[in-house]
């Protein structure tokens, strides 16, 4: 089963109008109210964009993500869900001088199991991933974003500093995503 970590962006309930409607069989529920020990009954996470910075969540991103990659369960970081990812294996991440919204068309640089094709996105962040940490690569970029879509080597973990849910190339991501 999936679990959808709700970490308050605006644009969850997207997401969760999205895998309602591909009847993919979910849970969605707040860091806050996640109870930890319990992740071992989910294959797979998605953890969502958020409004603000807290410690409290950023911990508990942190142990889902060590938890997948222990475990070898999937996880699909969006947006601020990908910055965690890098954050949390050593990479780094910046705050943008103008926030960074609206369609963008992403390049794939590297063959990989969700996407293969040039994609139109929907980006919504005041922040970026600056500097990848060793187990983590790029999979695609923007002409602003050196890292759109990244990957931990050799596991389905990904994380996308867009916005999948928000357009028809992102759902057919994170479709491909479910379907792993």
């Known amino acids: 089963m999936l679990l959808v970590v709700d970490n308050g962006s605006i644009y969850t309930s997207d997401l969760v109008d999205f895998l ?10 707040s860091p806050y109210d996640l109870e930890l020990e319990l992740l071992e009954k989910y294959d797979s996470f998605i953890l969502s964009g958020r409004r603000k910075n807290e410690k409290k969540i950023n911990e508990i991103n942190s142990k889902i ?10 996880l699909l970081g969006i947006c601020y869900g990908a910055e965690i990812l890098s954050l ?9 001088e103008t926030v960074q919204k609206g369609i963008e068309k992403i390049s794939i640089l590297k063959n990989n199991v969700l ?10 962040h005041g922040y970026e991933i600056s500097k990848l940490p060793d187990l983590l690569i790029s999979i695609a970029r923007s002409t602003y974003c050196n890292h759109e879509i990244i990957q931990y080597d050799g596991k389905f973990i ?7 849910e ?10 491909e995503f479910c379907l792993l």
């Open 166 to 175: 928000m357009t028809s190339d992102g759902k057919d991501l994170i479709h």
């Open 88 to 96: 949390t294996l050593g990479g780094t991440i910046r705050k943008l």
């Open 65 to 74: 993500i060590k938890h997948s990659i222990q475990n070898n369960k999937k």
């Open 115 to 124: 996407i293969n094709k040039k994609i139109k996105v929907f980006e919504s």
């Open 20 to 29: 309602k409607e591909k009847n993919f069989l979910f849970e969605k529920i």
């Open 158 to 164: 990904f994380g996308t500093q867009f916005h999948p």
